[in-house]
């Protein structure tokens, strides 16, 4: 395999209980200072015995691509469990590689999509410097080992006084098979959106979090794995073939957006993303019994919503590839939220409402231009976040 600088082709997965699509497939990794590791400049792994050689391993060769796919299948009754010494063989070992950069692949994919939205926006910054290892106080750590079952399957921790931060992320069993998070896009890309909406709101991270703050936090966290599937455009693709253009109806998407949450609460629909789902604002404000991150839900359906009426609106097959426009989709809301969050940072308390608000306002900066439609007006914009926003009760300040 030819190592170019700065890049590496490694396999990528997206293992969930009830998902087998996308699945395995070949990804293209840009990094600067990619290492041996796999680390960077902003991303390290913690094991250093399961440390990744890129000029001995190739995770493309197709000797190795059976071995992984066989070996991470779980419905397999061989599925290897990586935890327990007694496989340790050199099947396992590639395995357990195969882990340590399938995690490292997610967080660098969803880094790398905020920092170059930060970085064509510059002008919307004000001079701001989106410097993630000066906001964390060094790299995002990444143990794809942390816990062994019957504790989180992935969580983010920070400290505030020793500036470490982590995604620690585990196993877990559904009838007697293992489940690995660091195999599951969605648990990764999740944890990889609180590092950075901690890195942008850092000065607000030792204080008691406001429950709606907190709830939106989480609903960043979940748009940050649906975005992060916008910008591979072989997702784009697919996403197309299996709704054929219909959005609004059950695909893989939202069942990624939901899947974590059918593990931890088994409460099914509640951090779907597809918009069919009829919930409001007065309905779960109240709530006491909800968690953040069905509470999140809320506004993660109404985003959702909203980038399905601009596809609605703006896709014209005739002349244009409707997986491409989704994709400028996805890359438009990318800055949209990014930089409306970004606005938001002072603010130590953030409601839905405040949100939504702000990123309102956001359109008239964001020029927005679709192949087959030119320009679009800021004003159609600004109408259909209204709309979507108002339908599940959350009201533009």
């Not at 000797?63 to 010494?85: F, G, M, Q, R, T």
Request: some cysteine; aromatic content about 12%; hydrophobic content about 40%.
């Amino acid at each position: 395999m030819k190592i170019l600088r700065h890049s590496q082709s490694v396999l990528l997965l997206q293992q969930t209980s009830s998902i087998e699509f996308p699945g395995l497939r070949p990804v293209f990794i840009y990094s600067k200072n990619l290492e041996n590791g796999p680390k960077d400049d902003l991303i390290e792994n913690v094991r250093v015995r399961e440390s990744v050689n890129w000029a001995e391993t190739d995770f493309l060769n197709q000797k190795n691509v059976k071995l992984i796919e066989a070996a991470i299948d779980h419905k397999s009754e061989s599925s290897i469990n990586v935890y327990n010494p007694k496989d340790v063989n050199a099947e396992t070992e590639l395995i357990r590689k195969f882990d340590m950069v399938n995690s490292y692949a997610v967080a660098r994919l969803v880094l790398t999509m905020f920092q170059r939205s930060f970085k064509t926006n510059d002008s919307l910054l004000q001079g701001y410097n989106f410097n993630l290892i000066e906001a964390w106080g060094g790299k995002l750590r990444i143990d794809a080992y942390a816990f062994d079952q019957n504790m989180p399957i992935a969580q983010y921790s920070f400290n505030f006084d020793t500036n470490i931060n982590c995604i620690d992320l585990g196993r877990y069993q559904i009838d007697g098979k293992y489940h690995y998070s660091c195999r599951n896009f969605d648990a990764i890309a999740h944890e990889t959106g609180h590092a950075v909406f901690t890195a942008l709101r850092r000065k607000h991270w030792n204080k008691e979090k406001d429950r709606e703050t907190y709830a939106l936090e989480e609903a960043f966290c979940d748009l940050t794995c649906l975005l992060s599937l916008l910008h591979q455009l072989d997702v784009c693709q697919a996403l197309i073939a299996v709704t054929k253009g219909d959005l609004s109806s059950k695909n893989f998407l939202s069942q990624i957006g939901e899947g974590l949450c059918h593990l931890q609460h088994a409460l099914k629909g509640l951090r779907d993303l597809n918009p069919d789902v009829a919930l409001r604002y007065e309905d779960l404000v109240n709530r006491k019994d909800l968690t953040a991150y069905q509470f999140g839900a809320l506004f993660s359906t109404a985003f959702y919503e909203f980038l399905n009426q601009l596809y609605q609106s703006y896709s014209h097959p005739d002349s244009y590839s409707q997986a491409e426009t989704i994709h400028i989709i996805g890359r438009y809301l990318t800055d949209l939220i990014l930089i409306s969050l970004f606005r938001t940072q002072e603010e130590e308390v953030l409601s839905f409402r405040r949100m939504a608000s702000v990123m309102y306002d956001t359109i008239d900066d964001l020029e927005f231009v679709l192949p087959g439609c030119g320009k679009v007006p800021s004003d159609d914009i600004k109408q259909q976040l209204y709309d979507s926003f108002e339908q599940r009760g959350i009201y533009l300040l």
